[in-house]
């Protein structure tokens, strides 16, 4: 028996709606929804007087998902990664995520690594596919190829050292696209809006009116409808989770989810629902809640606690949810399922 499922339509709507209730806003917000990067994705700005720069924001997820993507011919990801080892001519925006890549990778000692294109593509979370466990021997030949060093850039010329290795900016792509987005839209003057990836939020600027926060649920995990577990109010900051509910399927009542730890090559599992990353940039929101998922509760804990301007939520398998010490302080935290019990250290 299989079971599929993905992070769904209905709760990238639901968060981007909660986000806009109790606005308090002066002017009419104008918002844009479209399909990149294999998600939905919604722009909302607080003045209809930027549509022409809303438009635009689509302009550039296209060119980014034309830049980045793995699965359509003819990317700069996609000849890197079919180049056999020579070298290829890359955008300088390449150049800049695959540095941010590199570096990310670096500083969690393996635990995330972009190079892990063999092994994702192994994993098929999709919809429309069939589901398969990959063979041991193949897990093992795409684990030999995960390594960020393989990785040389040369100017905007790069290329990898092992053939058979390959880049997949699934891990932070999002992030990336998001805050050059907000960086745009700060140059023209945009002072308040909410940028939606997918579920990869991006606060521009306070709100309009009175209340100056954004109020961003947390999904409760597993949640068909997208019910919100929690929620935290923000301005002008980023909140991307990572969670085993959002992409899966079931074979005989097992369940195999999209995070994979990239010492086994085998979805991780560690008693972990989500985490929850909030800080004022998208990539590192996008690239610590995979990192951070794949240490664990405790490592994972202490490691964000030695960050700055950064906070997290983690959700576990039993129902408990712990915080780093700025949640409920910083950040104000609000939990709506009485079901979840709060665990303070």
């Given at each position: 028996?299989?079971?599929?499922?993905?992070?769904g339509?209905?709760?990238?709507?639901?968060?981007?709606?909660?986000?806009?209730?109790?606005?308090?806003?002066t002017?009419?917000?104008?918002?844009k929804?479209?399909?990149?990067?294999?998600?939905?994705?919604?722009?909302?700005?607080y003045?209809?007087?930027?549509?022409?720069?809303?438009?635009?924001?689509?302009s550039?997820a296209?060119?980014y998902?034309?830049?980045?993507?793995?699965?359509k011919?003819?990317?700069?990801?996609?000849?890197?990664?079919?180049?056999?080892?020579?070298?290829?001519e890359?955008?300088?925006?390449?150049?800049?995520?695959?540095?941010?890549?590199i570096?990310?990778?670096?500083?969690?000692?393996?635990?995330?690594?972009?190079?892990v294109?063999?092994?994702?593509?192994?994993?098929d979370?999709?919809?429309?596919?069939?589901?398969?466990?990959?063979?041991?021997?193949?897990?093992?030949?795409?684990?030999?190829?995960?390594?960020?060093?393989?990785i040389?850039?040369?100017?905007?010329?790069?290329?990898?050292?092992?053939?058979?290795?390959?880049?997949?900016?699934?891990?932070?792509?999002?992030?990336?696209?998001?805050?050059q987005m907000?960086a745009?839209?700060?140059?023209?003057?945009?002072?308040?809006?909410?940028?939606?990836?997918?579920?990869?939020?991006?606060?521009?600027?306070?709100?309009?009116?009175?209340?100056?926060?954004?109020?961003?649920?947390i999904?409760?995990?597993?949640?068909?409808d997208?019910?919100?577990?929690?929620?935290?109010?923000?301005?002008?900051?980023?909140?991307?989770?990572?969670?085993?509910?959002?992409?899966?399927?079931?074979?005989?009542?097992?369940?195999?989810?999209?995070?994979?730890?990239?010492?086994?090559?085998?979805?991780?599992?560690?008693?972990?629902?989500?985490?929850?990353?909030?800080?004022?940039?998208?990539?590192?929101?996008?690239?610590?809640?995979?990192?951070?998922?794949?240490?664990?509760?405790?490592?994972?804990?202490?490691?964000?606690?030695?960050?700055?301007?950064?906070?997290?939520?983690?959700?576990?398998?039993?129902?408990?949810i712990?915080?780093?010490?700025?949640?409920g302080?910083?950040?104000?935290?609000?939990?709506?399922?009485?079901?979840?019990?709060?665990?303070?250290?």
């Amino acid at each position: 028996m299989k079971k599929i499922h993905a992070l769904g339509l209905s709760f990238c709507l639901f968060l981007t709606l909660l986000s806009l209730g109790g606005c308090g806003k002066t002017t009419e917000p104008i918002s844009k929804t479209g399909f990149y990067f294999d998600t939905v994705i919604t722009i909302t700005l607080y003045d209809a007087s930027y549509e022409k720069e809303l438009d635009h924001c689509f302009s550039m997820a296209e060119k980014y998902e034309n830049l980045f993507s793995t699965q359509k011919e003819g990317t700069d990801i996609w000849k890197i990664n079919h180049s056999q080892g020579q070298a290829v001519e890359v955008s300088d925006e390449t150049i800049d995520i695959l540095n941010a890549g590199i570096a990310y990778s670096k500083s969690s000692n393996g635990k995330f690594d972009i190079t892990v294109g063999k092994l994702s593509s192994l994993w098929d979370f999709s919809e429309s596919s069939s589901k398969e466990i990959p063979s041991v021997e193949a897990i093992q030949e795409a684990l030999a190829t995960i390594n960020y060093q393989n990785i040389v850039i040369d100017g905007n010329m790069v290329s990898l050292t092992d053939p058979n290795a390959a880049i997949d900016l699934g891990g932070i792509a999002k992030g990336y696209i998001a805050d050059q987005m907000k960086a745009y839209l700060n140059d023209q003057g945009v002072q308040s809006g909410l940028i939606n990836l997918g579920g990869n939020v991006l606060c521009v600027g306070p709100k309009d009116g009175d209340e100056k926060s954004y109020k961003i649920a947390i999904q409760k995990p597993f949640s068909e409808d997208g019910t919100a577990l929690a929620t935290v109010k923000v301005a002008d900051d980023s909140v991307v989770t990572s969670g085993t509910y959002q992409r899966y399927f079931e074979i005989d009542g097992k369940r195999y989810h999209h995070i994979l730890d990239l010492s086994t090559g085998y979805p991780c599992d560690n008693d972990l629902d989500s985490v929850t990353i909030i800080s004022h940039d998208s990539l590192t929101c996008d690239a610590l809640s995979t990192t951070v998922f794949l240490m664990g509760l405790d490592d994972g804990l202490a490691y964000v606690e030695s960050l700055s301007d950064v906070e997290a939520i983690f959700v576990t398998s039993d129902g408990s949810i712990q915080y780093t010490s700025g949640i409920g302080k910083t950040i104000p935290f609000e939990l709506l399922d009485k079901d979840y019990n709060i665990v303070v250290k």
